[in-house]
Antibody, heavy 127, light 109 residues
């Protein structure tokens, strides 16, 4: 069965960086786009970033451009997200999610949906 | 960029039918995904595309479109359906970007 297991909670000081990970299993890792989505306390979901199956192309929400880096390691089926210059506004639960990727004439294309989610990682930014 | 607009809160009597809506430009062209999020849990995809339910999602959940509005309908709402519901789709001007609606809190009375 598909599983996405995320790393544990983090506490960071303002200005620091945080690197989160999620390990995927139960599916062919290199056949799927992956995403990061966050949710501030009491707020809605916010899409942050996407990475293609081979890991050589990323797309970031404009809000996070220059502060976020998403990578993946096929050898360990792990996706990473590093967010820098943290502020209290970055306090949130961060989710890793699989894209409902489709195969179109031999090419893997991202869909607009997230079919499996990790359990979330709480990042607290506080001085 | 684009926004997906949802009503903040909706209520429904137990066993009745409720519709949760999501509005944005060209949504009927790109389609939407719907997610259920119970307190303290990760979101779960309940409907995507034209009207597709992932495996394990009860058939009381369905999706539809009218103009620029996507709707999630729960026919015969159950107590366990009380949750936050979010829609998502691509950005209307950039196919690489994704966007979520603000979410709708569903209360089952």
């Amino acid at each position: 069965q598909v599983q996405i297991i995320q790393s544990g909670a983090e506490v960071k000081k303002p200005g620091a960086s945080v690197r989160l990970s999620c390990e995927a299993s139960g599916f062919t890792f290199t056949d799927y786009y992956m995403h990061w989505v966050r949710q501030a306390p009491g707020q809605g979901l916010e899409w942050m970033a996407m990475i293609n199956p081979s890991g050589d192309s990323t797309t970031y929400a404009q809000k996070f451009q220059g502060r976020v880096t998403m990578t993946r390691d096929a050898s360990t089926s792990t996706v990473y997200m590093e967010l820098s210059s943290l502020s209290s506004e970055d306090t949130a639960i961060y989710y890793c999610a699989r894209d409902l990727t489709r195969l179109w004439f031999g090419e893997l294309l991202p869909e607009y949906y997230f079919d499996y989610w990790g359990q979330g990682t709480l990042v607290t930014v506080s001085s | 960029s684009s926004e997906l607009t949802q009503d903040p809160a909706v209520s429904v009597a137990l066993g009745q039918t409720v519709r949760i809506t999501c509005q944005a430009d060209r949504l009927s062209l790109y389609y939407a995904g719907w997610y259920q999020q119970r307190p303290g849990q990760a979101p779960v995809l309940v409907i995507y595309g034209k009207n597709t339910r992932p495996s394990g999602i009860p058939d009381r959940f369905s999706g539809s479109y009218s103009g620029n509005t996507a709707s999630l309908t729960i026919t015969g709402a159950q107590a366990e359906d009380e949750a936050d519901y979010y829609c998502s789709s691509r950005d209307s001007s950039d196919s690489h970007l994704r966007v979520f609606g603000g979410g709708t809190k569903l209360t089952v009375l």
